[in-house]
């Protein structure tokens, strides 16, 4: 198992937040998670793009799932801002299954939104993020590591 996460944390995200010590066990890794995602939806539907930059490490990397891979907050900021911009709210992420090793955890999780198509009619979509976490100095959780994709 631990293996597997050593495996998984170079193609992980999510999401920010701040949640206390080192990780335990799964059902922490979990409770962390349902933490860093609350905590990021809500910045998301404020519409603080701004605010979404404080819960992503300095050098984190995102894949908004079109093959491009992001560095750092401000490109990140740019894509949520843009899609703030288009009218994309009612975000929530829920966590599948989560991991956790020290002062790094991943999660996989289901994630859901609102929007409007091409024609401005009401949509919902989502699909698959995986995300890695790391906890810093400050005992603060950031997202180092987002991966994202649309299955609907």
Do not use: R
Not at 2 to 10: A, D, G, I, N, P
Not at 22 to 32: L, S
């Amino acid at each position: 198992m631990k293996k597997l996460l050593s495996t998984l944390t170079f193609c992980s995200y999510i999401i920010g937040g701040s949640v206390g010590s080192a990780v335990a066990n799964e059902n922490d890794a979990t409770n962390i998670f349902a933490s860093v995602n609350a905590a990021w939806n809500k910045t998301f539907n404020a519409g603080d793009s701004a605010g979404l930059a404080k819960l992503y490490s300095e050098d984190a990397t995102l894949s908004p799932g079109n093959g491009e891979i992001l560095t750092g907050q401000q490109q990140i900021v740019t894509l949520f801002k843009s899609f703030i911009d288009n009218g994309v709210h009612n975000h929530s992420i829920e966590t599948v299954n989560a991991y956790g090793h020290g002062e790094q955890l991943v999660q996989i999780a289901k994630w859901q939104a609102d929007g409007v198509n091409e024609q401005k009619e009401a949509i919902t979509f989502g699909g698959v993020l995986t995300t890695t976490i790391k906890q810093n100095a400050e005992g603060k959780w950031l997202t180092q590591s987002a991966v994202w994709n649309m299955a609907n």
